[in-house]
């Protein structure tokens, strides 16, 4: 009989011997798979895929772990060196254990990753890191798998040549002992930590190793006899049930204790550690005050991580004490929740029980997608390592549905994309967001590990609002898109309407008066000024779009041949003044914005020549400049002017904002001037308290009618506020 059989058959008797009250049917299916399809195969390290696949269930038993992880890593071996296809699996198995081998075979892109640090890391491999990441998030059974591989993989390689035992033991330190770490699996880390240290650094390895076994009887004599006082002293104080255990401290552990220290193992005396397990928080603090009272504890050596949990959850009270013969020891004690914890980490609240998931709700869910967000810092030391791993998120967050299931969005998207990310009929009758069980803005920008719940209506009805860029309620082009189709199969009639309300709107509100809509149309590259209605009512065209093409159509209010010439007509050119102002055919003359209008680049203008203050700007529409002109205003002192290609000066403005008084409403419009870094140079507020209503009147700074646009239309979304126009 071959080694591997004899093998196989002590792990069955073990394996059905805990199985037996369910006569699993799966593991039986699974293992005649294994013999059929991987005792004929080898894996990289030697061993057939039947005996790897074993050495990494049995791991997997003492975790205890669910039915369909032990299957997935009986057959992960033979679906990747022999013939067996993850479809036979899912068919003739289930789904489930496909999909854990599937998730196992993705996380080869971190040894992929690990391999390539030094060399710029392909789109591909960032993009199968991402999945491999994702499969994670989804069911931690899968880490486990991992993690289970690599221990079997170092517990047999003593054959292989030193190049490929060195790489092994590299990979492992480097990724997988810290991702051990970061999810508190103790049980694996400390011999992933041991076995990968003693290929890596086999004479420190050995030094310790031989210090450790010289006074091994005395050891163990020297642990019976702490076990027995601390037994007694348990006793004392009617503990209903304790586990005490000791034993020396794991190598990687006294080396790094070492290393801290800078000194050899001969002064390192705290080797010896001892677990007391008892069953209450409040049993842990009575056991710690006897413990103090046997033997003198050592300040600066206690830790209380059951009051302040380590990052990864780690949960346990330690102390160093001077012991018996006046040895330093270290003590921890902690329940037996928190010791199940501890060896199992964060895959403690995924351990699956006859079928039904354990704590396998939200709050678990983020606590194992940040741990795993955090342990990228533990596995990429120098600085193009992390650079690289950086981008895998540097486009990309990962959020959950209420479900748990995870989405892979692009980056800064909206709970609005979420929405239409789910389903198109969703987003079309989303009406609000709650992230993390808060209402939210639709605009909020969402973070990974965010759970998102969006508020429905009954009725599809998007708003235009969101194809605007600027208000920022949608970042994702496929949420556009089914937002435009949405508006495009509306009825033409509703579209021609529709757009002429919002163009009209919105040049009201920037107080735009007589613009030409057919040179408008023209210089949107339409046919006419229907197909403009039409296409902003569909949503095609962008407000944005149409308050840039205005901006763009400077009409001066005089034409050339009501301006008497300056200078001969063959030279007459405009000339720039030193300001944003072009004058025609005069160069250098002191320039003013009229107070009475205050245009703003974009705005028609016209220039008046003054008496000794040069030139006043006025909009071609002022109501003081028409008085003028019916009055004494000799035309001859008009001159045409423009603005110039680029304009860097700012400019007053005045806001005229009705609104129903609330709380918090002056505060919420001033926080939206200040996000858009927009000085306020005046503000007043008349209360008719009758009406509740708010009249208010701003002065502010910009730059174009496109910034004045954007913060009328942020301000028209704040509540309460009925209009926001240029006075």
């Not at 480097?174 to 240290?197: C, H, M, T, V």
């Not at 190793?209 to 020297?222: D, I, M, P």
């Not at 496929?478 to 509703?494: E, G, H, I, M, T």
Request: aromatic share 6%.
């Amino acid at each position: 009989m071959t080694h591997a059989t004899l093998n196989l058959d002590t792990w069955l008797q073990r394996l059905f011997s805990k199985y037996v009250e369910v006569k699993n049917p799966l593991l039986r299916q699974a293992i005649s798979l294994a013999q059929l399809t991987g005792n004929d195969h080898a894996t990289p390290t030697g061993q057939s895929c039947l005996q790897q696949g074993i050495y990494m269930a049995d791991i997997l038993f003492e975790l205890g772990v669910d039915q369909e992880t032990i299957a997935a890593a009986l057959l992960y071996h033979c679906v990747r060196h022999a013939d067996l296809h993850i479809e036979d699996i899912a068919e003739q198995l289930n789904p489930t254990v496909a999909k854990l081998i599937t998730g196992v075979k993705k996380m080869d892109a971190l040894q992929i990753f690990s391999d390539q640090t030094n060399k710029s890391s392909s789109h591909q491999n960032l993009d199968n890191l991402r999945k491999m990441l994702l499969a994670m998030v989804d069911d931690v059974r899968i880490v486990l798998i991992k993690l289970a591989e690599r221990l079997a993989i170092l517990r047999h390689i003593t054959f292989l040549p030193d190049a490929e035992k060195h790489h092994e033991a590299k990979v492992t330190q480097s990724i997988y002992a810290p991702l051990a770490n970061r999810l508190g699996i103790g049980q694996l880390k400390w011999e992933l930590e041991d076995l990968s240290f003693h290929y890596l650094n086999p004479e420190i390895y050995n030094t310790i190793h031989t210090a450790l076994n010289s006074t091994r009887t005395e050891q163990e004599n020297y642990v019976k006899s702490v076990i027995a006082e601390l037994h007694n002293e348990t006793t004392k104080i009617n503990i209903a049930k304790t586990d005490i255990t000791g034993r020396a401290k794991h190598i990687y552990s006294i080396y790094k204790k070492m290393t801290r220290k800078n000194v050899d193992f001969s002064e390192i005396y705290d080797v010896m550690a001892f677990r007391i397990l008892v069953p209450t928080l409040e049993d842990c603090y009575a056991v710690l005050g006897h413990v103090h009272s046997l033997w003198t504890p050592i300040p600066k050596e206690f830790d209380d991580y059951v009051s302040k949990p380590k990052p990864n959850g780690y949960r346990s009270i330690h102390t160093a004490v001077i012991g018996p013969q006046g040895k330093t020891i270290e003590i921890q004690i902690r329940t037996f929740d928190m010791h199940a914890e501890a060896e199992l980490g964060v895959a403690a609240h995924w351990i699956y029980k006859e079928g039904k998931p354990v704590a396998t709700g939200y709050e678990a869910k983020i606590a194992w997608l940040r741990q795993v967000m955090d342990w990228q810092s533990e596995v990429t030391h120098d600085q193009p390592a992390q650079q690289a791993f950086n981008k895998v998120f540097d486009d990309t967050i990962y959020v959950f549905t209420p479900k748990g299931d995870v989405l892979e969005l692009a980056k800064n998207a909206t709970p609005l994309d979420f929405a239409y990310h789910i389903h198109t009929g969703l987003g079309h009758r989303c009406r609000g967001a709650r992230v993390n069980g808060h209402i939210v803005p639709l605009t909020h920008a969402l973070n990974t590990g965010d759970c998102v719940d969006i508020i429905a209506a009954k009725d599809e009805h998007p708003s235009r609002d969101w194809l605007m860029p600027t208000l920022g309620y949608l970042k994702t082009s496929r949420a556009k898109s089914k937002v435009l189709y949405w508006f495009r199969v509306q009825d033409a009639d509703k579209n021609l309407a529709q757009g002429q309300h919002l163009l009209e709107k919105e040049l009201r509100r920037l107080n735009i008066r007589d613009i030409n809509y057919e040179k408008l149309a023209k210089k949107m590259h339409m046919s006419s000024t229907d197909d403009l209605c039409m296409s902003l009512g569909r949503g095609d065209t962008t407000m944005v779009a149409a308050v840039n093409a205005v901006q763009s159509l400077l009409e001066p209010v005089a034409s050339e041949a009501d301006i008497p010439p300056i200078l001969p007509t063959h030279t007459r050119k405009f000339e720039k003044t030193g300001t944003d102002i072009q004058i025609l055919g005069v160069g250098n003359l002191l320039t003013q914005i009229a107070a009475c209008c205050k245009p703003v680049p974009g705005d028609d203008i016209v220039g008046y020549i003054t008496q000794g203050h040069g030139i006043s700007i006025h909009r071609h529409d002022c109501p003081n400049l028409l008085h003028m002109l019916h009055g004494t205003l000799q035309k001859e002192r008009l001159i045409q002017v423009t603005w110039g290609e680029k304009t860097a000066q700012q400019y007053k403005v005045d806001l005229a904002i009705e609104a129903y008084d609330r709380h918090g409403l002056i505060r919420d419009i001033t926080q939206v001037l200040a996000s858009e870094n927009m000085s306020v140079l005046g503000l007043n507020c008349v209360l008719d308290k009758k009406d509740h209503q708010a009249h208010i009147a701003v002065t502010i700074e910009v730059s174009s009618l496109l910034p004045l646009s954007r913060v009328l239309g942020r301000v028209m979304q704040l509540p309460n506020v009925t209009d926001a126009r240029r006075v």
